[in-house]
């Protein structure tokens, strides 16, 4: 690293949004109405139709069996497992509810089907059968349809490998965080090896050909010692894929954080060396780092979506192609037909009652601007490719003329390099990329918290 980095990172560590979506939810206009986005959705789907493409279907399943203290998912902590019945009926009436009210005698056409959570593997292998199955039944799968789940080792068994695996599913994510006890034990999640290798080659025995891992960094007591563990075991499984995250400390809105003291948290450089390090080991192993906070092996698509420059990134985060409208069903789920974005219910009780009275359960949205819909596509480009332009007409917008006086101080420190009209970001500038997008992000500027909402960058 540069000599003045310590510097930079203490400047630049502010809080800001991760950019899942522009504009980011908190700044969402909220009025949308259940109208607006069936209809879009329905022209979404027609769109992808004629291009031979489908939807992407994400189905969030919020249960797990503890709590990891540092999580910041929507997630209902039960021992109960008697939840999950009730919880694939509401879903499967949600889907039901869907296809009645975009009114479509022909079955939806599907590619992508992602499962997240909480906990998906929490159902037993014959909801999930239920569950998938009841959203198959009604929808036609584009030849390259790519289905993908993710789950924690503790609770993912031989007999839940071989359901998904039958129902078309050769995409897995494995929660792994950390391997070193002191911080596990700190974070409440106890996991070995061992674990997590026995259901690794399982997965590869049934035919699922991309594994991913996510590790976590800036987790209580973690040094370069224990990402050094953490890595080499890792490097040892082999995923295809790492996403290596900045923990997000978020504790106003994740009380369960407040199990550690930020005492314990490494902060600002501490924290961003131990991703260099943890970085530095996996590309020396043979990864690439293709976007923020992620990296894959050159035979997974991920890599070769970066390569081909058709890298995407939505609320489910990095994905190897632009796939719409993205439908999301069941409690928490953020939906996005590419003009409109939803977000269902928070509350399980209040999600279960609304599907149960005939509601789609929306509770928020927001429709694009014609400048959301711009900005969003520079923001986009400096997530997957690390830099954009606006050359042309259609990506110009006058909120442009201010990017590069804000780009002018990461100019000076090294981040960017400028043009006339477009942006691009060095190799130092990579820890950077959040800060270098609030550059572009209008609704940021116009209205600046005067709260906290968002994590910190670094
Ligand atoms: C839904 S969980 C993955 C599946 C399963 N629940 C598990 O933990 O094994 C999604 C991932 O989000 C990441 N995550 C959760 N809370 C986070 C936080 N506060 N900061 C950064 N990453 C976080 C973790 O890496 C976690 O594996
Ligand atoms: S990290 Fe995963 S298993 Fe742990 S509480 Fe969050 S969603 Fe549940």
């Known amino acids: 690293m540069i000599a003045t980095t310590a510097g930079l990172l203490r400047k630049y560590d502010v809080p800001g949004p ?34 031979g ?53 022909a079955p939806i056409p599907l590619s992508e089907l992602h499962l997240g959570g909480g906990t998906p593997t929490f159902l037993s292998a014959d909801e999930l059968d239920e569950l998938i199955s009841g959203i198959l039944k009604h929808v036609k799968q584009t030849p390259d349809a790519e289905f993908s789940i993710e789950s924690d080792p503790r609770v993912t068994r031989p007999d839940h490998l071989a359901v998904l695996r039958q129902l078309g599913f050769r995409r897995l994510s494995l929660g792994i965080q950390d391997f070193d006890p002191r911080v596990q034990e700190a974070v409440n ?22 594994i991913n891992y996510d590790l976590i960094y800036g987790l209580p007591f973690q040094n370069l010692n224990s990402v ?10 082999q995923p295809e894929r790492i996403a290596f995250y900045a923990y997000a400390h978020v504790p106003w809105v994740k009380p369960g954080q407040r199990h550690f003291t930020e005492d314990d948290l ?39 979506a970066a390569f081909a420059g058709t890298l995407h ?27 409109v974005f939803v977000q269902n219910e928070k509350q399980l009780e209040t999600y279960e009652a609304r599907v149960a009275q005939g509601e789609i359960p929306i509770f928020r949205g927001h429709e694009l601007s014609e400048e959301d819909k711009i900005l969003r596509r520079h923001i986009l480009n400096l997530m997957t490719r690390f830099e ?23 100019r000076r420190d090294g981040l960017v390099r400028l043009s006339a009209n477009g942006c691009e970001v ?33």
Request: charged share 25%; hydrophobic share 35%; net charge positive.
């Open 388 to 410: 954009t332009c606006w050359d042309s007409p259609e990506l110009y917008v006058p909120y442009l003329d201010s990017v590069a006086k804000k780009l002018e101080e990461p």
């Open 266 to 304: 490494p902060s600002g450089e501490e924290k961003r060396n131990l991703y260099e390090f943890g970085r530095t080991m996996l590309e020396q192993a043979g990864y690439i780092e293709i976007g923020m906070d992620h990296l894959a092996l050159k035979t997974d698509s991920l890599w070769k």
């Open 426 to 458: 060095t190799n130092n500038g990579k820890a950077f990329l959040r800060n270098i997008c609030m550059a572009f992000d209008a609704r940021l500027a116009r209205q600046a918290p005067t709260t906290q909402l968002f994590s910190r960058t670094i």
């Open 228 to 237: 050094e563990r953490t890595v080499e075991a890792t490097i040892r499984l």
């Open 313 to 339: 990134r939505n609320f489910m985060g990095y994905t190897s192609r632009f796939v719409s409208p993205l439908i999301g069903l069941g409690v928490s789920s953020i939906s996005d037909s590419w003009d």
């Open 18 to 51: 991760r950019y899942t979506s522009y504009p980011t939810i908190l700044y969402w206009d909220t009025e949308t109405t259940l109208a607006r986005w069936l209809d879009s959705t329905a022209r979404s789907l027609s769109l992808a139709e004629l291009d």
């Open 189 to 210: 999640r106890i996991q070995s090896e061992q674990q997590v290798r026995l259901v690794t080659e399982h997965a590869r025995a049934l035919g699922f050909n991309s």
């Open 53 to 105: 493409t489908g939807a992407a279907i994400y189905v969030h399943i919020p249960f797990c069996r503890s709590l990891c203290t540092y999580c910041g998912c929507n997630s209902r902590i039960t021992c109960s497992t008697s939840v999950g019945k009730a919880y694939v009926r509401s879903v499967l009436k949600e889907w039901e509810l869907y296809r009645r009210q975009l009114g479509r005698s």
